[in-house]
């Protein structure tokens, strides 16, 4: 990303207006709306085709068409940010608040699905979306962009998947693989929908050969351990920072404000070099649950855990509620040279392009991940599959900020294609978050009602990264006697687990402290 962008501030819509007291009224407005939003899905929360996503929305649109309405159909906003707004202040708390919270039991026991869903799952889908729009809209429509590259950027947009309002609705407790998985590949999707995005507008279609291919998959390997190294780096600091120091005898203030700080801090650090800043504030989080978390103060860790929650849930209100409030635009409708049959025929298209590459990976790579499971219980079941599928559908925020920030800013699309592309995106997401949405709960209650698992709620303390070994190895019994059916090992089945603790208990948690860890018993 460009670092000249990044310095964005939230405006009142009229550009006119100077006084600071229109500011003022802007965001009274917004915000009042952010609490409407928050006590509406409250009230709704036991409603099955209701979620606090698409109440979001749906109230952003009436919003905006009271906004409408009063500005005598000039405009529906009642802010105005740029796409970087999204990535640099929304984006990070949600993501540094999913590695925080997530179950690391569940998570690196499927850590070698997640990323085969993650990564070789968007690429599939990323091939399958570019090519069909490039066959798919020169048939039905008149050409709607002059060079491939924008076909692929449409490709890359359309991969990055919005799962929160499945995940609103799946539980840790009762789903954990089917959590574990979603929530994964919904974290690593996002972050590669965006690494192919920046390597696409930096490609050079004018000499494209085997090379130039194999450079981009080096790139996205490079970026990939790179971003990730950098958020270990910064939630390892972040633990030695706060055990060397322990602020916590002072003021648990300056305990928490420093955890605050130094999570941010590794999302720009990522960005600044130009980096995916999804991946690293991701891992900073899991690292700082399981190191940083636990070397400070009884108070802390309740303030710090709340805290984390509540930013990244009025983030992702923030967002679906100017979702809705930029869907009805008028300035955008009305600079595209495109009928609205042309609108619904190129939304359409796209569903069912997302529809089609969604498939073509969930189901192909489970039966492939469960041709290597020995157990039957440890398989992904059909049914779970379909739940996999339809928490991708969705399209979100992060859709209409890569659309935002390529079609209002590229030199090879005109702006009224440019007009027409963020038109249909801002279609596409309100179907699939409305429509999908609303049926998410019903559907996944009854497809995966018969094999819910009810387990009692864990410790609220972080798991630990003692779980790593299960990304190496399952465990199961066959008639009394422990087997090992991983991919990666075939020794005894606790041999990595026992090395990494007693790695972790010699040389790490003395340096970086952690789980049983008692600060204040130092004085």
């Known amino acids: 990303m460009d670092v000249s962008h990044h310095l964005t501030t939230l405006l009142p819509h009229d550009p006119t207006a100077s006084s600071g007291g229109s500011t003022v009224i802007s965001i009274t407005v917004f915000f009042t709306l952010l609490c409407a939003c928050i006590v509406i899905g409250h009230l709704f929360v036991e409603n099955r085709w209701v979620n606090d996503s698409t109440t979001a929305i749906l109230l952003g649109l009436c919003a905006g068409f009271v906004t409408l309405l009063i500005s005598k159909w000039k405009s529906s906003r009642i802010l105005v940010f740029s796409d970087q707004l999204f990535f640099l202040y929304l984006l990070p708390p949600i993501i540094f608040n999913a590695g925080f919270q997530v ?3 569940q998570f690196f026991q499927n850590f070698l699905t997640i990323m085969l869903f993650g990564v070789i799952g968007t690429l599939v889908s990323f091939c399958i979306i570019s090519i069909g729009s490039y066959f798919l809209f020169k048939e039905i429509m008149t050409t709607t962009f002059s060079v491939s590259q924008d076909y692929l950027a449409v490709g890359a947009i359309f991969s990055a998947t919005d799962s929160v309002c499945t995940l609103q ?13 979603v929530f994964g590949e919904g974290v690593v999707n996002d972050a590669t929908s ?13 000499d494209i050969d085997t090379l130039v291919v194999l450079k981009l998959l080096g790139t996205f390997v490079y970026l990939f351990f790179t971003s990730t190294a950098i958020g270990i780096g910064v939630g390892l600091l972040s633990a030695y920072v706060i055990k060397t120091f322990y602020f916590g005898r002072h003021s648990t203030d300056r305990e928490v404000a420093i955890m605050m700080l130094m999570a941010y801090l590794s999302y720009m650090v990522a960005e600044l070099f130009s980096l995916s800043g999804i991946l690293t504030v991701f891992f900073c989080g899991i690292l700082m649950s399981h190191y940083t978390w636990h070397n400070v103060t009884e108070n802390s860790r309740q303030t710090t855990r709340h805290s984390f929650a509540t930013i990244s849930f009025i983030a992702e209100t923030f967002i679906f509620l100017y979702v809705g409030m930029d869907a009805l635009d008028i300035d955008t409708w009305k600079a595209s040279d495109k009928s609205v049959g042309e609108m619904i025929v190129a939304s359409g298209i796209l569903l069912i392009l997302v529809l089609v590459g969604r498939a073509a990976f969930v189901f192909s790579l489970t039966n492939i991940v469960n041709f290597f499971k020995n157990r039957i219980t440890t398989r992904i079941s059909l049914r779970q599959q379909v739940v996999i599928w339809w928490a991708g559908l969705i399209r979100g925020a992060v859709t209409i900020a890569l659309s935002y920030e390529k079609f209002t800013r590229s030199d090879s699309t005109s702006s009224k294609n440019g007009s027409f592309m963020i038109t249909i995106t801002i279609i596409v997401v309100l179907f699939s978050t409305v429509v999908f949405g609303s049926v ?8 995966i009602k018969q094999q819910m698992n009810i387990r009692c709620s864990e410790d609220i303390d972080p798991a630990g990264l003692e779980d790593l070994h299960l990304l190496f190895e399952e465990h199961g019994e066959d008639d009394g006697h422990l087997v090992n059916s991983g991919l990666l090992t075939r020794h005894s089945s606790s041999t990595i687990h026992n090395l990494w603790r007693k790695f972790d208990d010699r040389y790490m948690r003395p340096v970086f402290g952690g789980r049983g860890y008692v600060p204040h018993s130092r004085f």
């Open 169 to 181: 609705v799946l539980s840790q407790e009762e789903t954990p693989l089917l959590y574990s998985l």
């Open 103 to 105: 179950k690391k039991k």
């Open 440 to 447: 998410t709960k019903s559907l996944i209650r009854a497809i």
């Open 194 to 206: 965006i690494v192919l995005f920046n390597a696409v507008r930096k490609l050079d279609f004018s």
